[in-house]
């Protein structure tokens, strides 16, 4: 039996889904996969829990009460004494600094599984050093989820690039959080701020929702597919238009941004009146290859187009190439949401897994 022993990073919307997810599969693995999944480590920024083999159903109470304060270091001392093999690590945070440990867990035996779109979109010599590492210890980086969720974007795009497709352009609804909340803002009467708190509750924003407000997200997903395309591109290089007003973001607490939030209506409420009646606002991202220009922006569509008709977090991704001519090969679906993303990973893992002995 193949034994994959998994370290969670992130017991949040996504990590907790993750979990639940590999427990429920674990059986049918076994028998018909001849596949062993274990999580011996959970952890969240503060706290993690050991255990021998894998955490069972029971896990959130178990992390509660016998969770304690760890460091990166008595992880991977952990794993090391238990002799475990095949170990993944799993970055289901949204942690700017998380990604400062990839290297040293990479060093240490690890492969990596990421839904943290970070790692991928700081400079080029942070990436270019990550996969210098992943090559030099012969490890896995996957990180699927990190473009559309649990759509197989980055897949596609990488499986076309390398069979010497000639990609011209990509064009999406990128974000699955704003798909929701245009999408609902321009059908219902709602405040924008109203529509913004639903999406939060139902875990479809980023932990920081000015993070998907500000256009940064969507930005990195651009820069993330370009990456994949061999483009030379930095974050601080894409056309973003920021919907989130210079005195609610950068040195103003979150708390104060949710306190204030309301102040983002009026600009979208006026937008909302200029439409026609045929009109919906979407939220768009743009990758030309040939010029290599990205950009992130508000835009009308006619309900009827491809991107007007989509519903709820739906994203959409036409993928421009020279085999596929004027009609784009369209990727389209739940861009955003813990069950979906979650399976995005586990889908990752068990990739990652066939390349394992
Ligand atoms: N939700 C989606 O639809 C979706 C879709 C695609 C990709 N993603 C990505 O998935 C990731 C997780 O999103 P989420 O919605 O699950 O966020 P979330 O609910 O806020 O969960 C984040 C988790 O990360 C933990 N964390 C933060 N910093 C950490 C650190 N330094 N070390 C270890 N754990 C740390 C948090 O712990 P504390 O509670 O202790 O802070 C929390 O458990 C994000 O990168 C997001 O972009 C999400
Ligand atoms: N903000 C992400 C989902 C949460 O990470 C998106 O819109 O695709």
Same mark, same amino acid.
């Given at each position: 039996?193949?034994?994959?022993?998994?370290?969670?990073?992130?017991?949040?919307?996504?990590?907790?889904?993750?979990?639940?997810?590999?427990?429920? $599969?674990?059986?049918?693995?076994?028998?018909?996969?001849?596949?062993?999944?274990?999580?011996?480590?959970?952890?969240?920024?503060?706290? @993690?829990?050991?255990?021998?083999?894998?955490?069972?159903?029971?896990?959130?109470?178990?992390?509660? *009460?016998?969770?304690?304060?760890?460091?990166?270091?008595?992880?991977?001392?952990?794993?090391?004494?238990?002799?475990?093999?095949? !170990?993944?690590?799993?970055?289901? +945070?949204?942690?700017?600094?998380?990604?400062?440990?990839?290297?040293?867990?990479?060093?240490?035996?690890?492969?990596?599984?990421?839904?943290?779109?970070?790692?991928?979109?700081?400079?080029?010599?942070?990436?270019?050093?990550?996969?210098?590492? !992943?090559?030099?210890?012969?490890?896995?980086?996957?990180?699927?989820?990190?473009?559309? @969720?649990?759509?197989?974007?980055?897949?596609?795009?990488?499986?076309?690039?390398?069979?010497?497709?000639?990609?011209?352009?990509?064009?999406?609804?990128?974000?699955?959080?704003?798909?929701?909340?245009?999408? +609902?803002?321009?059908?219902?009467?709602?405040?924008?701020?109203?529509?913004?708190?639903? @999406?939060?509750?139902?875990?479809?924003?980023?932990?920081?929702?000015?993070?998907?407000?500000?256009?940064?997200?969507?930005?990195?997903?651009?820069?993330?597919? *370009?990456?994949?395309?061999?483009?030379?591109?930095?974050?601080?290089?894409?056309?973003?238009?920021?919907?989130?007003?210079?005195? !609610?973001?950068?040195?103003?607490?979150?708390?104060?941004?949710?306190?204030?939030?309301?102040? !983002?209506?009026?600009?979208?409420?006026?937008?909302?009146?200029?439409?026609?009646?045929?009109?919906?606002?979407?939220?768009?991202?743009?990758?030309?290859? $040939?010029?290599?220009?990205?950009?992130?922006?508000?835009?009308?569509?006619?309900?009827?187009?491809?991107?007007?008709?989509?519903?709820? *977090?739906?994203?959409?991704?036409?993928?421009?190439?020279?085999?596929?001519?004027?009609?784009?090969?369209?990727?389209?679906?739940?861009?955003?949401?813990? $069950?979906? +993303?979650?399976?995005?990973?586990?889908?990752?893992?068990?990739?990652?897994?066939?390349?394992?002995?």
């Amino acid at each position: 039996m193949k034994k994959i022993n998994i370290v969670l990073f992130g017991t949040g919307n996504v990590g907790s889904t993750v979990i639940n997810q590999v427990l429920a $599969a674990r059986e049918k693995l076994q028998q018909e996969e001849n596949l062993e999944l274990n999580i011996p480590v959970i952890a969240n920024s503060t706290t @993690a829990f050991f255990v021998k083999q894998t955490v069972n159903r029971s896990w959130e109470t178990n992390f509660s *009460a016998s969770g304690f304060p760890y460091k990166i270091s008595d992880v991977i001392d952990y794993v090391t004494q238990q002799g475990y093999e095949n !170990l993944v690590a799993i970055d289901a +945070t949204a942690s700017e600094s998380f990604v400062d440990h990839y290297k040293l867990l990479i060093e240490q035996g690890f492969h990596v599984v990421a839904a943290n779109k970070v790692a991928n979109t700081l400079s080029s010599e942070f990436y270019e050093d990550l996969r210098k590492s !992943l090559r030099k210890n012969g490890k896995f980086f996957y990180y699927e989820t990190n473009v559309g @969720a649990g759509l197989p974007i980055i897949q596609t795009l990488h499986g076309l690039y390398q069979a010497g497709e000639e990609i011209t352009r990509v064009r999406g609804v990128f974000s699955g959080s704003l798909s929701y909340i245009f999408n +609902t803002f321009s059908e219902e009467s709602k405040s924008f701020s109203e529509v913004l708190t639903e @999406a939060e509750k139902k875990g479809l924003t980023e932990p920081d929702p000015r993070v998907d407000l500000s256009g940064k997200d969507v930005g990195r997903k651009l820069l993330i597919l *370009a990456r994949e395309l061999k483009l030379k591109k930095e974050l601080s290089e894409i056309n973003i238009q920021d919907l989130v007003p210079k005195h !609610l973001n950068g040195k103003s607490s979150l708390k104060n941004f949710q306190l204030k939030k309301h102040e !983002l209506d009026g600009d979208l409420e006026k937008l909302k009146a200029d439409l026609e009646e045929d009109e919906v606002i979407r939220h768009v991202g743009e990758l030309e290859i $040939a010029t290599g220009n990205l950009e992130v922006k508000l835009v009308k569509e006619k309900r009827t187009s491809a991107f007007g008709s989509l519903k709820n *977090a739906d994203s959409s991704f036409e993928i421009y190439t020279e085999s596929y001519g004027e009609q784009p090969l369209v990727i389209q679906g739940a861009g955003a949401g813990a $069950a979906v +993303t979650a399976r995005g990973v586990v889908a990752d893992i068990l990739r990652l897994s066939e390349r394992l002995n």
